[in-house]
């Protein structure tokens, strides 16, 4: 616990003290959900049905083109051999660049749901706040869980920024589709279906962060 | 201290370094000598457990793996430093790595052995190339540990820096293993020398008389 709180403090402090990322992926997902709803034209039925699964798209470009920050500073400063040289089990080297990515993600996405709800017209006040707050969260965790894995496994390579897409993209579909469909009946009202899309969100959370827990190792040494 | 039986690493079909054995006692002082590809920072990334051996072993004080790596401190080509923390704040950081206990203490001993206490609040990214080596040596030396791994620790030190790696070179009472091109000191310094070429061992025994004979082991 004690490696993984100081990555966390680490990449905290490297974040605050450059924020240019943050701020650029703030604006992608302005920019998308801008183009998204400019693109479905002015009928408001429209916007509302196809309103998660623009979130989820927004979401998912951003989960990706933000892996790049996920290790960044280690790639920038070389200081990925300074981490597989400490007496630290890769899996928790994982787990904190993990949360800090989830962390990362949930700020952006805190700061572009007021922009999504009124540019969509879906009000989320109260209970359907709190419910689309789960399944953000619950999506979020299944995106990043995927992401950090591949980012570090194409860390070394040449073509990273043109490999980590087409290797996250397949396998984070479930997860998109879930949180999809779990988000679209959050907005619809139908609290049995929440409930049932998120069980399924939660699972594969867990699978995800499992398995990328067990194979980082393997991943970043090889 | 250091045992490595068989030990080879191999990226893709290209074997970097194959086939080498290497006992190294407590206290001894090794170099590791060859030309440029000849397996040098390979192997001891393998000692440092950076890296997995793709065949072989290696221990260090009977461990393998995290226990290892705890007994290990290495200074490599590159400083290891995230040049948006200050000088401290990456002490620290590793520090926290390695659960060094009482570290504020000994952060602040090792920026004054190495000279940078000066500087402890500036961030890394403005540090020159010797004084990014002598915090590597800071951060090496962070958890005390048994064995010391220099990849070519010399280059860019400026006098002051070199002489104070001279000194702890001379008598730490550590095991040392190290590459350096400064062949003349290596020579002078060593206790036994690894000659590897083309990612195999050519030579491994006490050092020669002087170092064209050892530049001669190469050829």
Known sequence: ?222 | MVEAEGLGKRYGWTWALRGVDLEVGPGERVLVFGPNGAGKTTLLKLIAGILRPSEGRVKVGGADDLEMRRKVGMVGHRPLFYGKLTVRENLSFYGKLYGVPGLRYRTEELLERVGLRHMADLPCEVLSRGMAQRLSLAKALLHDPPVLLLDEPFSGMDPEGRRFLEELLGDDGRTVIMTTYDVGFGVRWAEKVLVLVRGGPRYLGPPPRNHEELIKLCE
């Open chain 1, 1 to 222: 616990m004690r490696e993984i709180g100081a990555i966390i403090w680490k990449d905290l402090i490297l974040e605050w003290r450059a924020p240019e990322g943050l701020v650029s992926l703030g604006g992608f997902c302005l920019a998308t959900l801008l183009a998204f709803h400019f693109a479905l034209g002015p009928d408001p039925a429209r916007m509302r049905e196809a309103g998660s699964g623009v979130l989820w798209a927004t979401y998912m470009l951003a989960g990706v083109a933000g892996a790049g920050r996920t290790f960044a500073s280690e790639e920038r400063d070389g200081c990925m051999e300074g981490l597989l040289s400490a007496p630290v089990d890769r899996g928790n080297i994982y787990l904190g660049k993990f949360l800090v990515g989830t962390l990362r993600m949930l700020v952006v996405e805190a700061l572009t749901l007021p922009p999504f709800a009124a540019l969509y017209g879906l009000p989320l006040v109260g209970g359907k706040l709190l419910q689309l707050g789960a399944v953000l969260i619950s999506g979020t965790v299944g995106l990043v869980a995927v992401v950090t894995l591949f980012s570090g496994l194409t860390l070394r390579t040449r073509t990273r920024e043109a490999l980590l897409p087409v290797l996250t993209f397949p396998i984070v579909v479930p997860v998109v589709i879930g949180a999809v469909e779990a988000s679209r009946s959050v907005f619809s009202g139908g609290w049995d279906e929440v409930e049932r899309w998120f069980k399924l969100l939660i699972s594969f959370d867990v699978t995800f962060v499992s398995l990328a827990w067990l194979f980082f190792g393997y991943a970043v040494e090889e």
